[in-house]
């Protein structure tokens, strides 16, 4: 960005201009251009040399006006990523397009092949209906399923390019690669709209949508024109092996890029995986176990809790002003949200959570048991949690833009909350000390 004033220096693209200077009034800016406008009210500088309409063309095409402000930070660095991703993307497209129609040529006449083209387009609904299943997972960790969109379609893609060497198994092969194939697409579109609502920040999600698919049309012609070439070159040289062949070198150059890709997206979401991980590192107590939380029932009914009055109105005191309500549930950790709960409070809930699983396999708790038994135990795990939970969640440092992504239920209950009771606030050294033998060898 260039402007200029009579008598004066360039003011830098990325610094406003010096208005302290006795003849600049104000100034405007607008996208790439900035006016100054002095004293007397009139215009005293504009852009000095205006783009030429093809680069403005080029840029009004494919990038949302006004970046990097209107853009997150790693929008720039993912989209070349993702460019390269649907470059090779296209190159495999054309390669296994060309496998099929190569064998579309067997069969007892045009009945048969017309049907087989039509049970391989069908099957792709399959892929796309069993795809639509892990939405809410790829919401909680789009990253993650990115990547295994990817490879699922990778894994689709290859098997479609065997259809150039082996063209008699076209009807088994073509309907299940076009089900693999829309089964990995559909997941990882999934995990794109997260990514994409990270990326705009200028409330022009529909904008940078529309430029994103611009580029994915680029990078398709592109990609297509190369596949063209290389499986002509490539049939004319090796022979019908050149397509998978070439497929391989597409696809791993394609999964080269979808690590890329997912390597510069700053986007962390917050689930209960990461929250287990981070408590079990902040208290020093050896790595989260898989599945320590997978029976955490976060948004239980509150059947399951007012079943028994008495424990209710104690669980009510001992949370006081809360909006959730803990308790263990034989070998299950129950939550009941409040109406007013947000994504905090199921912070909050997820941690507790992970405090009370790393007490269980201390042995002090098997001690208590023994001692003061099952209830006894189970109130200290409560209390010894709750002290524990404001310093860990304090300590949990996240990107202001890191969405909370926990696997609660729709239900929200309402009780009547009490001031609560005085839950004596346990340290992090106050923590260690209960579960030193749970650390790792």
């Known amino acids: 960005m260039k402007i200029s004033q009579a008598g004066s220096s360039t003011t830098p693209a990325n610094r406003p201009p010096q208005t302290s200077k006795p003849e600049v009034l104000a100034y405007e ?24 309409k093809g680069d403005n063309f080029f840029k009004n ?36 397009t060309a496998a099929a129609l190569n064998a579309v040529g067997i069969g007892n006449g045009p ?20 795809g639509s299943q892990f939405g809410r997972q790829a919401d909680k960790d789009p990253k993650s399923w990115v990547t295994t969109g990817e490879y699922v379609h990778a894994a689709g893609m290859m098997m479609e390019s065997t259809l150039a060497v082996c063209p008699q198994a076209f009807l088994a092969i073509a309907p299940a690669a076009n089900a693999v194939k829309a089964f990995g697409s559909t997941v990882k579109g999934a995990a794109q709209a997260p990514i994409e609502l990270h990326q705009a920040r200028d409330n022009n999600l529909g904008e940078m949508r529309s430029k994103n698919n611009n580029q994915t049309m680029l990078a398709g012609i592109i990609g297509g024109g190369m596949g063209f070439g290389l499986e002509k070159l490539g049939s004319h040289y090796i022979g019908s092996a050149a397509t998978p062949i070439l497929m391989a070198a597409a696809t791993a150059t394609k999964l080269f890029a979808t690590h890329g890709y997912v390597k510069s997206l700053d986007l962390d979401p917050v689930t209960e995986k990461r929250v287990s991980k981070f408590v079990h590192k902040w208290l020093d107590v050896g790595k989260a176990k898989g599945g ?11 059947a399951d809790f007012v079943k028994d009055p008495l424990r209710f109105r104690e669980l009510t005191d001992l949370y006081g002003s809360r909006n959730y309500i803990l308790d263990l549930q034989q070998d299950k950790i129950a939550v009941v949200l409040h109406q007013d709960s947000t994504p905090e409070d199921q912070l909050q809930a997820v941690t507790q959570a992970t405090l009370i699983r790393i007490l269980q396999s201390s042995p002090l708790y098997q001690v208590k048991i023994g001692k003061e038994g099952d209830a006894a ?27 909370l992504r926990f696997s609660a239920e729709a239900r929200r209950a309402h009780w009547d909350k009490t001031a609560g009771l005085d839950i004596p606030h346990v340290t992090k050294a106050d923590f260690q000390k209960l579960t030193q033998s749970v650390r790792s060898d």
């Open 29 to 52: 800016t607008s996208q790439d251009q900035v006016t100054l406008y002095g004293e007397d009210g009139q215009q005293m500088a504009g852009s000095d040399k205006p783009k030429s």
């Open 61 to 96: 095409l494919l990038l949302p006006s006004k970046m990097p402000d209107s853009v997150s930070a790693d929008y720039v660095a993912s989209r070349r990523w993702n460019f390269l991703m649907e470059l090779s993307g296209s190159v495999q497209s054309y390669l296994g």
């Open 111 to 130: 009945l048969t092949v017309g049907l087989a083209w039509m049970s391989r387009d069908a099957i792709d609904g399959i892929g796309k209906f069993a």
């Open 292 to 302: 320590e939380l997978k029976k955490l029932s976060l948004g239980a009914p509150l």
């Open 377 to 403: 135990a189970r109130d200290w795990l409560l209390r010894t949690s709750l002290g524990a939970v404001p310093d860990v969640v304090g300590a949990f440092a996240r990107d202001d833009d890191d969405p």
